[in-house]
């Protein structure tokens, strides 16, 4: 029962339409008013639950949980103004690289200082693992075939979809979206609407300008579509961003004195409350990470390869074979990444408090997907959802409302901190959002029963659920072959136990179909 292997997946998807029919009818789905699905019944595990020293502290290199005298009586002058709200979505951080998720040789102090003062969510997954169709996920509330982004840097957000800085804008909120990485650019994803400054800093855009193919990249996805070969229209998309990678980068000091800039400029006590979405890039290969954090994990290598875009687009083809010393560096090189960027949020938390901000601002950070190192055949991602690719960190903090030291172990989406957001704030949510709000959950008004986390890629060739129980079923909608992990028993996804479970198995086969309607994956 292993899944396909990617050529032989795409052959099968591509031969039976199944990408052409997305790809040209996601225009036409409507934002679904379909009831949610409810629940098999079963017994329930503790959802959330305090986490213990091990959890969080244990795991840091530095954790700092006091909050500061400056914040505290930033906190205590809040009066009746709203507060702030800052996302940050860190590209490409699995869950399982983090110190406050167990990873001890993490070097992220910053992110295990927010698990300590806030809400952890242990099961957090994206909605598609891609970078655009997982912001626009995260930035509207509703899943990517609802939104309409599903294809990387040629779908955009549907014009009926009401976004989340259109609605925090409509409240009386300034809103900034500053990222790194060319994709988010407005035309490729029109994830800009509702911002009222939206802009990407990203090392050498003037190479990226140079760049013909990505610059003729809508026009010739949009003339290719009108034939039938979908398959070269994916070649073409998937070329021209592989060219990208090769010759620009984001980092987060360059991200974050736009950022500064903007805090300077924009927040300060007597002004409106702001909406601030501020995207980091530097996990996401090439793996270049600065000089001091290049040699993270003490590794002794002394081989040859290195994080290169080329190198990764290569081993992800299978023209290169990183032997286990190879693969043991470029996880080194990855943590440095995660490393850095962690020290670049310490300083963007470290401004926060400096002015006043951090206890008057609802803080969430996370990743927009992770990436593979060689589980399941697989490398970089975009095109499994296995936990490596879907698994992200989701980090809460706003100590008037969210527990400090609180573990979710519940089934979270991307698409759930929209609502959250809206339900701390009091803004009224738009209709038809499918993400749930973490509140009743956190408040202890939900057993969070209910609660999935559905996962599809952009060519709906597999999708997968995970239930409360933390079973995990992932359908290959060629064929409806399933399989079902246990995945806090099996974190390796290694043990198929379809025909062990044929019970559960029907249970959530039935859960599924129901999330696939639900989304707008099958109509
Ligand atoms: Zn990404």
Known sequence: MNVLSRRAFLAQVFVGGVLGSVLLGACDSQATAAARPTAASATSPSLVRLASVSDVADNAT??????????TKAAQSRGTRQPN????????????????????????????RLAAE?????????????????????????????NGVKVHMVDHVRSDVQTMAEVFKGAGYQTAGIYSWVSLDPQF?????????????????S????????EKLSSIYRQIKSDVPVVSAADAALGSSEQIEKTIDGRADVTNAAVFDWLDKNAHPDSAPFFLWVHYFDPHYPYAPPEGYDHILGLKYSGKIDGSADTMHAISKNQLNPTPDDHARLLELYQGEIAYTDSQLGLLLKKLEDGGLLDDTILAVTGDHGESFGEHDDWI?????????????????????????????????SIDLMPTFLDLTGIKAPANLQGVSLMPVLGGTSDGKDRVAFTELADESFVSMLTYQEWKLIRNNANDELQLYHVSADAAEQKNLIDDQPKITRELRARLLDMMKFSGVSK
């Open 118 to 146: 806030g809400v952890r969510c242990d099961y957090a997954m994206c909605q598609l693992p891609q970078t655009n169709a997982s912001h626009a996920a995260l930035l509207t509330g509703l899943y990517p075939s609802t």
């Open 381 to 413: 991602h975009g095109l499994k959802v296995f936990e490596p690719e879907i698994r992200v960190p989701l980090l809460l903090r706003y100590p008037p409302r969210v527990p400090s030291r609180v573990v979710v172990e519940a089934p979270v989406q």
């Open 62 to 71: 530095s954790a700092s949980v006091a909050p500061s005298a400056t914040t």
């Open 85 to 112: 709200v800052l996302l940050i979505t860190i590209d490409t951080l699995r869950a399982d690289r983090i110190g406050a998720y167990g990873f001890g040789s993490a070097h992220t102090p910053t992110l295990d």
């Open 189 to 205: 994803c029109g994830l800009d609407r509702g911002f009222d400054a939206y802009h990407g800093y990203v090392l050498n855009r």
């Open 207 to 214: 190479l990226l300008f140079s760049n013909s193919n990505l």
